[in-house]
């Protein structure tokens, strides 16, 4: 157990729709990431927070977002969602805005129908 | 640009056979280096990291070492055993906030 809680674990939705992904991150780590990873895309970091900034920004299509909240918990929000979107959204946190690693959490998977 | 290039899988061996598992990587700074796994149904976990050059990072069996002349970081593991198979992602950090992952290598080890 990495001890970053990820929910929901599954979620089924229609095209068009919005959904709010959730990770508490490790007690103590400042540091939330978030990841996709889909069969074509591999692995692709979307973007981090660092209590409560945003800190970097990779892929991320503007139909995402993300917030970072006062208690170091964290929310990934889809919208306007298409049948692509369908993937393992990962959370991970780390202590510090340059640490030397990530801890991941188990996903949610989304699917998109 | 940064990235990682990893074999492309599945690579499937027998029991106590010897693993070695490619990854190269590109980077436009001094990266730290990381191998995670991912069994099914889980997320990824950290398994070795080096953090520079001729650094080798070692957990569970498993070694890698980090060779700067060569950019290469390869996954190796004298005896596989059947609770290793699993999906071997090679990333690199830098700056630590962003993490470049490979595509991943499945691994399926047979009794």
């Known amino acids: 157990d990495s001890g970053v809680t990820q929910t929901p674990k599954h979620l089924i939705t229609a095209t068009g729709q919005r959904v709010t992904l959730r990770c508490s991150p490790r007690s103590g780590d400042l540091s939330v990431y978030w990841y996709q990873q889909s069969l074509d895309q591999g692995l692709q970091f979307l973007i981090q927070?660092?209590?409560?900034?945003?800190?970097a920004k990779g892929n991320i299509l503007e139909r995402f977002s993300a917030q970072q909240f006062p208690d170091l918990h964290s929310e990934l929000n889809l919208s306007s969602l298409e049948l692509g979107d369908s993937a393992l959204y990962f959370c991970?946190?780390?202590?510090?805005?340059?640490?030397?690693?990530?801890?991941f959490g188990q996903g949610t998977r989304l699917t998109v129908v | 640009g940064n990235s990682v290039t990893q074999m492309e899988g599945p690579v499937t061996l027998s029991e106590e056979a010897f693993l070695t598992i490619n990854c190269t990587y590109t980077a436009t700074g001094y990266p730290s280096l990381f191998w995670y796994v991912q069994y099914p149904g889980e997320g990824l976990q950290l398994l070795l990291k080096?953090?520079?050059?001729?650094d080798k990072g070692s957990n569970k069996g498993f070694e890698a070492t980090y060779r700067k002349e060569t950019t290469s970081f390869h996954l190796e593991k004298g005896s596989v055993q059947v609770s290793d198979s699993a999906v071997y992602f090679c990333?690199?950090?830098?700056?630590?906030?962003?993490?470049?992952f490979g595509s991943g290598t499945k691994l399926n080890v047979k009794p």
């Open positions: 991970a946190s780390s202590p510090g805005d340059r640490s030397t690693e990530a801890f």
């Open positions: 990333a690199l950090g830098l700056n630590f906030n962003k993490f470049y």
């Open positions: 080096a953090t520079k050059a001729d």
């Open positions: 927070y660092y209590n409560g900034e945003e800190r």
